[in-house]
């Protein structure tokens, strides 16, 4: 992922904030979410790419502590507990890797453990949030704020327009991440007292949050190029669904069996993000079924904070049966985050590359044109985006954008 990543932040270094390329005779514009990258960009712009690299890092570092705080504040009790747990939730995605490598030796067929174990269902994924925070933070970063957002306006803590206000500029990071925004903000409406809904004050947030619909516009470019389809419609999808249900959210089966645990002001939220969770495997948008992974975000950044406040609730001598039940989730939830980790201090580091994005697109795999991130400057609206003629488009360089890298062969098969 960040071999793409490293290249739209060395665009932006390098052009400022609008990257224009040519690839056979066509011109293309950078046409993707880049909120995560334009303070870094900036820096690197003013100070070079190394300082664009550490100022991406602070900021991303900034953020996830911010939110982090906040969960933790939230939290009924046990504030540290709650944030581990909140760091390490992920599904139990080594459980079908070790049926996969049961199966393998009852018919004579070597399969091993991966180390990325987040994808064992060819149709959806629900990603882990150490594989949020390492992998996709342009994704994680909207999406738990999303959900902290939604967790201060169950409690009161902020208005229902500085909820949207706050929203709309994460648009910008990711549009998926936040697709599930409209559906929460209406859900808290008619929660609250129209008199209030329709207040000075939201009026005012409301014309905030407008003023991003430039940003929409500009992500929508060639929106239909972007691969989507119905997963529902497709063979096989019912014994996946529920396998995959199985594996990523049996968190929520604790937080049902613990309900009198869950504050009254919560019920409402997790009861949604948990409906949430069950239809987004419906539908697929991107080429590796992005909207599944990344519109999932606050719905589970919201049910690993209950999942974890529900366990810090439970008396073991009380409720024996389901601490048990919940610490086998955690149990082997955290063994594919730690493996994770642990592959980031073993694996062999490789210098950071200062290939444009249509060179590292094109070495990475140029079989696939990468419509996620590029879009036909000619479908762009003129009076939204204007180029300087004087400054020629980038172009694919012929030169190894990672001559040292430890495993050359997987270069061909990133993610993107």
């Known amino acids: 992922d960040w071999l793409a990543r490293d290249a739209v932040l060395a665009d932006l270094t390098r052009s400022g904030p609008l990257a224009t390329y040519q690839y056979e005779g066509r011109d293309y514009v950078l046409r993707a979410p880049l909120g995560m990258y334009m303070i870094p960009g900036l820096v690197g712009w003013l ?15 900034a953020m996830t502590g911010s939110v982090l705080y906040i969960m933790g504040s939230l939290s009924r009790g046990r504030p540290v507990v709650v944030i581990a747990l909140f ?11 070790i049926v996969s490598i049961v199966e393998g030796r009852l018919h004579g067929v070597s399969v091993e453990m991966p180390i990325y174990m987040e994808n064992w269902s060819p149709y959806f994924t629900y990603s882990s949030h150490v594989v949020q925070m390492f992998y996709v933070p342009n994704h994680m970063t909207p999406g738990w704020w999303l959900a902290a957002l939604a967790l201060l306006r169950a409690r009161d803590e902020i208005s229902l327009g500085l909820m949207g206000a706050l929203v709309a500029p994460m648009m910008f990071w990711s549009p998926l991440a936040v697709a599930v925004a409209p559906i929460l903000l209406i859900y808290f409406a008619a929660r609250t007292p129209w008199r209030e809904v329709f207040c000075r004050h939201n009026w005012i947030a409301g014309f905030s949050a407008a003023l991003f619909i430039p940003v929409v516009i500009y992500l929508l470019g060639a929106a239909e190029t972007i691969p989507s389809a119905w997963t529902i419609a497709q063979g096989g999808f019912a014994l996946a669904y529920l396998a995959f249900i199985a594996v990523e959210i049996p968190h929520a089966v604790v937080i049902l069996c613990g309900w009198s645990l869950v504050e009254r002001r919560d019920r409402g939220l997790f009861l949604l993000c948990l409906v949430l969770l069950l239809a ?9 079924n992005d909207f599944a992974m990344r519109a999932s975000i606050p719905a589970l950044a919201v049910l690993a904070f209950l999942f974890a406040n529900v366990f810090v609730g439970l008396d073991p001598v009380a409720r024996p049966v389901l601490r048990l039940v919940a610490m086998a989730i955690i149990g082997l939830g955290c063994y594919s985050p730690i493996v994770l980790i642990s592959g980031g201090f073993t694996r062999a580091r490789f210098a950071i590359s200062d290939c444009n994005f249509l060179s590292t697109w094109y070495e990475i795999d140029h079989a696939t044109f990468s419509t996620n991130y590029l879009a036909p400057l000619d479908r762009s609206p003129a009076w939204l985006i204007r180029v300087d003629p004087a400054r020629l488009p980038l172009q694919v360089e012929k030169r190894s954008c ?5 495993e050359p062969d997987q270069i061909h098969h990133a993610p993107g």
């Open 402 to 406: 990672w001559p040292d890298h430890p």
């Open 47 to 61: 100070l070079g790419l190394k300082a664009a690299h550490f100022a991406l890092l602070a900021q991303n570092t």
């Open 280 to 288: 987004i495997p419906a539908y697929s948008f991107g080429p590796f």
């Open 87 to 97: 760091i390490f939730f992920g599904g139990l995605n080594v459980v079908p890797w």
